[in-house]
């Protein structure tokens, strides 16, 4: 159980374009899910707070104009990286805390999205 | 605010035992866990301790000290597939993880 799935598991794209990135929990409900982001032989930054059903909470310094974040379901939550440029290029992960877990603070990981823009 | 610490890098040689230590300044506590990271791929739970005291699970073992704001991550028995990142992380205030910079180990034979 506690299957967290991504969607792509890589992109390359053009300077300037958008791209989608989809994160579902597969098999418990998420109320609230977690985007990270990380840079080559760094640890994972937290960018932002995923809720369903209400705006995300970004994280200073993180553009929310930018970084679109919309958490529409239980179990799916999007990031879309806006006019994405070279410095944007990194591994985007993804994880998701069951909403029965309580106080139990455990989150369930996504593989991961490895953007690359060109 | 919250914050951190752990070694950026270690090296072992198969067979032995390393010990990979964690210091941690938070607002409030909520437990701390170890996650392993292997290049390119998405972190994997390890560990979670709450109370003080050493938790065992197989070849890893990991240890906390509230008090001191101190943990560590036992590895026993080392093999080449343990050569990977071991991540430190505390949730924040709500349930946020916040990482610390990962360790890098390295097993050689």
């Known amino acids: 159980g506690a299957v967290v799935s991504q969607h792509p598991s890589w992109v390359i794209c053009k300077s300037g374009t958008s791209v989608k990135i989809e994160c579902r929990s597969l098999?418990?409900?998420?109320?609230?899910m977690f985007w990270y982001r990380q840079f080559p032989k760094q640890s994972l930054m937290l960018m932002a707070t995923s809720n369903e059903g209400s705006k995300a909470t970004y994280e200073q310094g993180v553009e929310k104009d930018k970084f679109l974040i919309n958490h529409a379901s239980l179990t799916l939550s999007t990031l879309t990286v806006t006019s994405a440029h070279p410095e944007d290029s990194s591994f985007y992960i993804c994880?998701?805390?069951?909403?029965?877990?309580?106080?139990?603070?455990?989150?369930?990981f996504g593989p991961g999205t490895r953007l690359t823009v060109l | 605010g919250q914050n951190i610490d752990q070694p950026t890098e270690m090296t072992a040689t198969e067979g032995a035992i390393v010990q990979i230590n964690c210091t941690y300044q938070?607002?409030?506590?909520?437990?701390l866990f170890w996650y392993q990271q292997h290049a390119g791929e998405a972190p994997t739970f390890l560990s979670y301790n709450v109370l003080d005291g050493l938790e065992e699970k197989g070849r890893f073992s990991s240890f906390l000290s509230r008090s001191k704001g101190y943990s560590y991550l036992l590895l026993k028995e080392l093999q080449m597939k343990d050569s990977a990142s071991y991540l430190c992380a505390a949730p924040q205030a709500g349930t946020a993880l916040i990482f610390g910079k990962g360790t890098t180990l390295s097993v050689s034979s």
């Open positions: 938070t607002s409030g506590f909520n437990g």
């Open positions: 098999d418990f409900q998420a109320t609230t």
């Open positions: 994880s998701a805390r069951d909403a029965l877990a309580g106080d139990y603070n455990e989150q369930f």
